[in-house]
């Protein structure tokens, strides 16, 4: 497809549990950014990667939370042993110069942790 | 520290009337974008403008148009004869770290535009 790609769109997990998010971004777009959006905290940042390197991963709340970036294309977030504030939608962008162009965004994907 | 206010949380307006949405940023970069997006109902973010600090220029775009100064650091959004369509949460977010850095958002204006 020609936009942010990002699965699954909604996920449904116990506490305690793994979940891994999945964002595929725009075919030669070398940045990718995670962010988290809940009722309470707004649009966060999470981690931003410039090819397969993350030079800000400042965003992550936990050391639950990792990414990882391979062939410059597809990202998974990963969070380990879920917990209930983990619940929000996660969006991924890409860019294809970083900040100083624009940002495309997926749809999301929702996870809820019961 | 850098930081992006969007002061008005909620708007309420009638088809066709124009509509204002504030945004005041704080950075410490001498060189920073500025970007307004769009998040209608169905949830995707879409993005309306980026603007560079070397650029003060007004911009419009249709019935859209934004008024950035840097003296008082605000960038705001303005939408002439509002439509129904219109109705969406708006962010104004704010580079931290130049090209190379990521987005701060502000927290957000509803805008409910009645027929």
């Known amino acids: 497809g020609a936009g942010v790609s990002q699965s699954p769109s909604n996920k449904v997990t116990e506490k305690g549990k793994d979940v891994e998010l999945r964002c595929d971004p725009i075919?030669?777009?070398?940045?990718l950014y995670w962010y988290r959006q809940s009722l309470g905290q707004g649009l966060e940042f999470l981690i931003y990667?410039?090819?397969?390197?993350?030079?800000?991963k400042s965003g992550l709340p936990s050391d639950r939370f990792s990414a990882e970036r391979t062939g410059g294309s597809v990202s998974t977030l990963t969070i380990q042993r879920t917990q209930q504030e983990d619940s929000a939608v996660y969006l991924c962008?890409?860019?294809?110069?970083?900040?100083?162009?624009?940002?495309?965004f997926g749809e999301g994907s929702r996870l809820t942790v019961l | 520290a850098q930081k992006v206010t969007q002061a008005q949380t909620e708007i309420s307006v009638v088809e066709k009337e124009d509509v204002t949405l504030d945004c005041v940023y704080e950075?410490?970069?001498?060189?920073?974008?500025l970007f307004w997006y769009k998040q209608p109902p169905s949830g995707e973010l879409v993005f309306l403008i980026r603007?560079?600090?070397?650029?003060?220029q007004n911009e419009i775009s249709g019935r859209y148009s934004w008024n950035f100064q840097k003296s008082t650091s605000s960038f705001n959004f303005t939408i002439t004869a509002s439509q129904v369509v219109d109705s969406a949460v708006y962010f104004c977010?704010?580079?931290?770290?130049?090209?190379?850095?990521?987005?701060?958002f502000g927290k957000g204006t509803k805008l409910s535009v009645k027929p």
């Open positions: 962008a890409s860019s294809l110069r970083g900040l100083a162009g624009e940002l495309f």
């Open positions: 075919s030669g777009h070398t940045a």
């Open positions: 990667f410039q090819g397969n390197s993350a030079p800000d």
């Open positions: 950075t410490r970069d001498t060189t920073y974008y």
């Open positions: 603007r560079n600090s070397f650029d003060e």
């Open positions: 977010a704010l580079s931290n770290g130049g090209s190379q850095g990521n987005l701060i």
